[in-house]
Nanobody, 115 residues
Framework: QVQLVESGGGLVQPGGSLTLSCAAP???????MGWYRQAPGKEREVVAT???????NYADSVKGRFTISRDNAKNTVYLQMNSLKPEDTAVYFC??????????WGQGTQVTVSS
């Protein structure tokens, strides 16, 4: 089954930066996309979303630190993460915002913020 492929995670010190990428198997031109994360023992939560025309929205916990963007020509969504905190540690996923047409969740990419 086709899936989104997330990449770019890793181990970073507090205050550091990472850029995540999400490659979609098909066109994302007309769909709203989102980044989500799941920390150990917690539910998956939405981090940021971007509409088909580029309007963005962020969880309060990441406002001012994370930036979501998209490249429709490459069917790719990005998440630039700055000023990372230990509480940002989680597996990060991307997917469509509309649950009715979402892809099966991929493996995600692990982000660990630790000194």
């Amino acid at each position: 089954q086709v899936q989104l492929v997330e990449s770019g995670g890793g181990l970073v010190q507090p205050g550091g930066s990472l850029t995540l990428s999400c490659a979609a198997p098909g066109s994302i031109f007309r769909v709203n996309m989102g980044w989500y994360r799941q920390a150990p023992g917690k539910e998956r939560e939405v981090v940021a979303t971007i509409t088909s025309n580029g309007r963005t929205n962020y969880a309060d916990s990441v406002k001012g630190r994370f930036t979501i963007s998209r490249d429709n020509a490459k069917n790719t969504v990005y998440l630039q993460m700055n000023s990372l905190k230990p509480e940002d540690t989680a597996v990060y996923f991307c997917n469509l915002v509309n649950e009715a047409i979402r892809y099966k969740w991929g493996q995600g990419t692990q982000v660990t913020v630790s000194s």
